[in-house]
């Protein structure tokens, strides 16, 4: 079995592109990795996600811990098996989903103590139970345990945060131990304030991981002041490492963070907005359950190769989300992955060719242009 190795075959400027080495297949950076919180990706099957061009999904820990447990993946062969995806699979580690559960929860420095939005029962989470579980799981990328800050939060709340979430990491290495061919992650806190991200960067450096994840943002900041927090927060990352930006995000934050560093990504978004009848273009954002796509037989989008975009008009597709046909979701989510598959697609060849900055000046203008005028 081989080991867990990240190689950049090329630059451009800050964005670059490179390859993820796992024993269960090569992820190809920049990545974006579609969301299957509950052992699913909404709507679709795990041969379809693999056929959109996704090398990689994320699981979540809390969901997952709760129902079905993680012990009864375990004993059921792994959560690959168990949801039939033999690609690598990252997991969070449940801090994310925790911490947003504000009342229901209640934070020490052992851990987090919480109930369950289920059923009610009680349950704690450690940095130790966190890797625990993800190595229950069989996770190929395993995500340390933190407190993802809240947004706004002030200088003395951020730094008694991010130094907490330091201090967890330290205990999610010792516990994650020596697992060859599976990888730990740490995650750089420190909210919107510079000389946080530097010593929580500094931290983590001294702990060592396989890849570094810049967390604590798309929580509610804003694009501009996410931006302005990526412009130095991954070059103080190693840059042999992989950078990973956590829930993100939409198609132009994608673009604008591969800009400034990051190579890898995740979000619920093009899962979500397809079960809600939106659909992901190279034109922006395309609502299905307007009337004036009621008569349109053109597809979506005539350059997507989706089966949505290849077997059925507009026509069509907004009937079937207005008629809150299951067959809506289905097709507009693998539309919407197929799309942030292709991007990302777009994007390696554009850094590999040192063409970044025409690419990225092309997917703005083709974006102010709008969707496409209704026959």
Known sequence: MGGFTFEVRASDGKARTGVIATPRGEIRTPAFMPVGTAATVKAMLPESVAATGADILLGNTYHLMLRPTAERIAALGGLHRFMNWQRPILTDSGGFQVMSLADLRKMTEEGVTFKSHI??????????????????LGSDIVMAFDECTPFPATEEVSLD???RSMRWAERSRIAFGDRPGHALFGIQQGSVFADQRAESAEALRGIGFDGYAVGG??????????????????????ADKPRYLMGVGKPDDIVGAVARGIDMMDCVLPSRSGRTG????????????????????????????????????????????RAQEMIAGML?????????QELMSGIRA??????????????????AEGDIDPV
């Open 350 to 367: 554009a850094v590999a060719g040192g063409r970044f900055a025409a690419f990225e000046a092309a997917f703005h203008a083709q974006r």
């Open 119 to 136: 059923d009610g029962s009680r349950h704690q989470l450690t940095p130790e139970r966190s890797m625990e579980i993800q190595r229950l």
């Open 332 to 340: 507009l989510t693998w539309h919407n992955l197929h799309y942030y």
């Open 278 to 321: 939106q659909a992901w273009t190279r034109r922006g954002q395309v609502n299905m359950r307007n009337a004036r796509h009621q008569d349109d037989p053109r597809p979506l989008d005539e350059a997507c190769t989706c089966p949505a975009c290849r077997s059925y008009s507009r026509a069509y597709l907004h009937h079937v989300v």
């Open 217 to 238: 943002l798309a929580v509610g900041e804003g694009q501009e002041m996410m931006f302005s927090v990526l412009d130095y927060a991954p070059d103080m990352l190693p």
């Open 161 to 163: 945060s991010m130094r």
